[in-house]
Structure formats: C-alpha cells, structure tokens
C-alpha cells in the first residue's frame, strides 16, 4: 500500500469510495465541494495495486479568537468497507497530520469517533476552552496540537468552511 497525494486522475475513484464508504453520496460531495472552495486542500490516497482503498482530507478552519493561527479540519476519511479495520485508515491519518505539519498548521481538529482519534493524540477540544460550530456531543469533537503548547490559552469556537452546512 501507498499513501500519496491525490491526483486529478483519482476524483472519480475517490468519489466512489466515499459513496461505498458512507453508504450516501453526503460525504463524497463534500469532498468535491472542498476541492472547489478551499485555499488549502490537503488530499491523500491510499493505494494497492492501482486501486484507490482509502482516502483523507483536511481543509482550513477558523478559531474565532484568533484568525491568524492555521488550523486544519480532518473531514472526511473513508476506507474502503472491505480494507477497514486492517490499517489503511491509520496509515492515512499520519501521513495527513505529517502533512499538515509541514504546510505550517498548528492544530488539526476533527469530529468523529471518540474510541478511534485520541489513539492519535486527539483530546477534546473542550480541554482548551474550544467548541464547535455545531451542537455536537463534548466527545466527538477533539483537537490535536502540531506546535506544543499552541492552543493553551485559546479559546472560542471553530467556524468550517460553507461547504460543510451541506452535511
């Protein structure tokens, strides 16, 4: 398996994993929905033998108490249904946190599995005086800091980019 960046010959692949991966088309328009409105789209595949098995992305999000500090929203991640719980998703989420890192963000926050994320690092967002946008439970949302020490002292609420009122 090969984890690399997407390449415009993956769109309709990725497309359909999402699909097969949510069992909906919400996410998979979301992805292309981000391709389109955001600055800064990080886009990684997981490949085995020319066939796209898994897929992240992160877009920029805003804390509202801060604007200038770069932050990164993991959404989605999909694995194909027959490849899950065999590594692909692990392997594209440090390969995504390793590239977010390099483009300069501090932070990366996501919603999702609370059992799954903080074996990553993630902690609830909560624990530094940041909420989400959305009603969501305390567990589910959780941040993770690139920069030690980068959200003490923060506080506010993270703001997703438009795309996102379509999930």
Do not use: W
């Not at 595949?45 to 604007?67: K, Q, R």
């Not at 890192?101 to 967002?125: E, N």
């Not at 989400?132 to 993270?158: H, W």
Request: proline letters at 4%; aromatic letters at 8%.
């Amino acid at each position: 398996m090969q984890v690399r960046t997407e390449e415009r010959r993956d769109i309709a692949s990725i497309h359909a994993l999402n699909e097969a991966a949510f069992q909906t088309s919400t996410e998979a328009n979301l992805v292309d929905m981000l391709r389109d409105q955001a600055a800064e789209f990080i886009s990684l595949v997981a490949e085995e033998n020319g066939s796209i098995i898994g897929h992240i992305c992160f877009s920029p999000v805003i804390l509202t108490s801060d604007t200038a500090l770069k932050l990164m929203g993991l959404a989605p991640m999909a694995v194909a249904p027959a490849r899950q719980r065999s590594g692909v998703g692990s392997a594209l989420l440090r390969a995504g946190l390793d590239r977010c890192k390099k483009t300069g963000a501090a932070a990366v926050v996501v919603l999702g599995h609370p059992q799954y994320y903080p074996r990553f690092g993630f902690s609830p967002a909560s624990r530094f005086g940041i909420r989400c946008e959305y009603n969501v439970p305390d567990e589910v949302f959780m941040a993770l800091e690139l920069e030690r020490g980068v959200l003490q002292g923060k506080s506010g609420t993270i703001r997703y980019l438009h795309a996102f009122e379509s999930v």
